[in-house]
């Protein structure tokens, strides 16, 4: 039912640098896959075929992913690497990538809704690449997003309980626990000092919106940094209406960190040599 996903991928990636000068961000391997082609599989996994892809300068190399090198399909076609190329083949196969580009990096909220032309008068998720979701025990964590969606039909933010010091990189909520680890969500707070921070459940980078928050955003003023905050936006629609909040199932990486991509990193190797 929901098609779909929004990948707000114009940021500059400044915590990789020098790496991001000139690549983008989302294109930070781990393993020998980027990080965007994991969200991407997220979201085929939870029903969604229409990719949309919000670009900025220097980020060209995405689009070239989601596309046919026939140079290189030629070379290695017969040879032994030639199944390296079977997912991405597949993903290009069952999805339509589309892309539209934000001009000035004004913050998540500003290329949410830069999205606006991609993605019409229809609830769509948003999936954040630099943070690497998995789940070893069922559903990956958009699928897991979507069957709440189909009961509540209302927005819904994907939490995580984390450290009460670190709240204030996060956007942090607080709710009324209406389901185990499911909250209808009374207040957000963008990046709150911990003293501030009305819980430790920070949302993280997977979102389903419905498409009045576009309106919401257009109504939003610069928030924290002077940047258009999502939160704010959804702030607004929890207020005249009702947003959830969801514990997801799995475990998160902070690939936008050097940490937390060194652990995905190894992660995700320990996982290949199980196999
Ligand atoms: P981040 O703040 O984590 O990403 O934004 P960044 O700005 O790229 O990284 P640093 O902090 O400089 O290292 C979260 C997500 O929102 C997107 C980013 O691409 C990232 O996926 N984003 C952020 C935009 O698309 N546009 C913006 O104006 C801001």
Same mark, same amino acid.
């Given at each position: 039912?929901?098609?779909?996903?929004?990948?707000?991928?114009?940021?500059?990636?400044?915590?990789?640098?020098?790496?991001?000068?000139?690549m983008?961000?989302?294109?930070l391997?781990?393993?020998?896959?980027?990080?965007?082609? +994991? #969200? &991407?599989?997220?979201?085929? %996994?939870?029903?969604?075929?229409?990719?949309?892809?919000? @670009?900025?300068r220097? /980020?060209?190399?995405?689009?070239d992913?989601?596309?046919?090198?026939?140079?290189?399909?030629?070379?290695?076609?017969?040879?032994?690497?030639?199944?390296?190329?079977?997912?991405?083949?597949?993903?290009?196969?069952?999805?339509?990538?589309?892309?539209?580009?934000?001009?000035?990096?004004?913050?998540?909220?500003?290329?949410?809704?830069?999205?606006?032309?991609?993605?019409?008068?229809?609830?769509?998720?948003?999936?954040?690449a630099?943070?690497?979701?998995?789940?070893?025990?069922?559903?990956?964590?958009?699928?897991q997003?979507?069957?709440?969606?189909?009961?509540?039909?209302?927005?819904?933010?994907?939490?995580?309980?984390?450290?009460?010091?670190q709240?204030?990189? +996060? #956007? &942090?909520?607080?709710g009324? %626990?209406?389901?185990?680890?499911?909250?209808?969500?009374? @207040?957000?707070?963008? /990046?709150?000092?911990?003293?501030?921070a009305?819980?430790?459940?920070?949302?993280?980078?997977?979102?389903?919106?419905?498409?009045?928050?576009?309106?919401?955003i257009?109504?939003?003023?610069?928030?924290?940094?002077g940047?258009?905050?999502?939160?704010?936006?959804?702030?607004?629609?929890?207020?005249?209406?009702?947003?959830?909040?969801?514990?997801?199932?799995?475990?998160?990486?902070?690939?936008?960190?050097?940490?937390?991509?060194?652990?995905?990193?190894?992660?995700?190797?320990?996982k290949?040599?199980?196999?």
């Amino acid at each position: 039912m929901i098609k779909r996903c929004l990948f707000p991928a114009a940021g500059y990636g400044t915590r990789f640098l020098p790496a991001t000068k000139a690549m983008p961000k989302e294109m930070l391997p781990v393993m020998a896959k980027p990080l965007i082609q +994991y #969200g &991407v599989e997220e979201a085929v %996994e939870a029903g969604m075929d229409i990719m949309a892809i919000i @670009t900025g300068r220097g /980020k060209r190399a995405i689009e070239d992913h989601f596309d046919i090198s026939y140079e290189l399909e030629h070379q290695i076609k017969g040879s032994s690497k030639e199944h390296l190329l079977d997912d991405i083949r597949e993903l290009i196969n069952k999805c339509t990538f589309t892309y539209t580009r934000q001009i000035e990096m004004k913050g998540l909220g500003d290329a949410i809704y830069k999205g606006r032309v991609l993605i019409g008068n229809e609830p769509f998720a948003v999936l954040l690449a630099d943070d690497l979701c998995t789940n070893t025990e069922g559903d990956g964590v958009l699928a897991q997003m979507v069957k709440v969606y189909e009961k509540y039909r209302c927005s819904i933010v994907a939490v995580q309980e984390v450290p009460m010091d670190q709240v204030n990189k +996060y #956007g &942090v909520i607080s709710g009324k %626990e209406i389901d185990s680890g499911l909250y209808m969500v009374d @207040t957000m707070v963008e /990046k709150p000092e911990p003293e501030e921070a009305p819980s430790n459940l920070a949302i993280i980078g997977r979102y389903i919106l419905t498409p009045d928050i576009f309106e919401l955003i257009e109504q939003t003023e610069p928030g924290k940094g002077g940047e258009i905050q999502i939160t704010d936006a959804l702030m607004a629609q929890a207020k005249k209406g009702m947003v959830m909040a969801y514990k997801f199932k799995g475990r998160r990486f902070d690939c936008g960190s050097i940490d937390g991509f060194v652990e995905a990193t190894n992660y995700f190797y320990e996982k290949s040599k199980e196999k």
